[in-house]
């Protein structure tokens, strides 16, 4: 298994390379991972499951988990399934991972530029991506308990505030009573109803309403802080490792674009839009000696945009490293860059 001469194709063998890992074995040679080979060919399909590949890719029907370990509260845990049970369903895993890896290998050879995004940047990545999750990012717990503390108290102010505003004490997490005051009571206009008809109280009419009126402010205000609570305060210290790390999973075969995603939890969406949120950030620190850097593309978007469109102007502006806005700017009103 640790050979660096045995090169070894799996299905998502990420996984596997931790289950190892758990009992001191590191895989040597991971050279082929089917999962990745559907992924490069084709990264919009909806699913890259063993099962899913083989009946699409083979017209192959398999043998599912559920078959040999049952389902919900009364599935089996796979060292208590039988031999001859079990037998059947691991060796046909085998053999379907190398089926699919001889026909999408095949495939990639017809499309050499997914093939070399195979190669080059796909494969090679899972050893690295691997590292980082066994690793995991380092988090002040103590700190997060100090922020979990200063949240609630900011939700008890604002818990103070709103029925102040509303004329009536009333439960801030309840829809149907939020609904009551601000539409029935408080008179405030209708932007957008429910399927079944009642006066929405989402997200973005509360924001719409909150340009003219406080108490869908404070709503909002609740909503935010009582999230960034539930969600990462109190929820985070509680996934900390015996090594005061996080360890998250990274996929590599969920986006579309071809970026990574992040789950259990997900690291790539702490909030970072409020002082609140930036702060949650503070809690992720580096190991002592060690320093973190963020980096990330120059107005990546705007820089596709001009590649695609072949724009004078866009292509222009970048070659010579301008101020993109500034230029385009300058272009909608007639003026020159340096007026604006």
Known sequence: L???????????????????????????????????????????????????????????????????????????????????????????????????HQTLAEKLKEVPSRDDVYATIEQPLVPVLFEMEELGVRVDADLLHQQSGELEHRMQELETEAPGIAGRAFNLGSPKQLTEILFEEQGLPVIRKTPKGAPSTAEDVLSELANDYDLPRVILAFRSVSKLKSTYTDKLPLLIADDGRIHTSYHQAVAATGRLSSSDPNLQNIPIRNAEGRRIRQAFVPTDGFKLLAADYSQIELRIMAHLSGDKSLLTAFANDADVHSATAAEVFGADPSAV
């Open 2 to 100: 640790e050979s660096h001469n045995h090169p070894m194709v799996g299905h998502h063998l990420f996984y596997d390379a931790h289950i190892f890992a758990r009992y001191g074995f590191t895989l040597g040679c991971m050279q082929h991972d089917s999962m990745l080979q559907s992924y490069a060919l084709n990264s919009t399909a909806s699913r890259h499951d063993m099962d899913s590949l083989a009946r699409h890719y083979l017209g192959r029907e398999t043998i599912h988990y559920e078959d040999v370990a049952g389902k919900g509260a009364k599935q089996l845990t796979f060292n208590q399934i039988d031999l001859e049970t079990a037998g059947p369903y691991a060796a046909e895993d085998a053999d379907i991972t190398l089926h699919l």
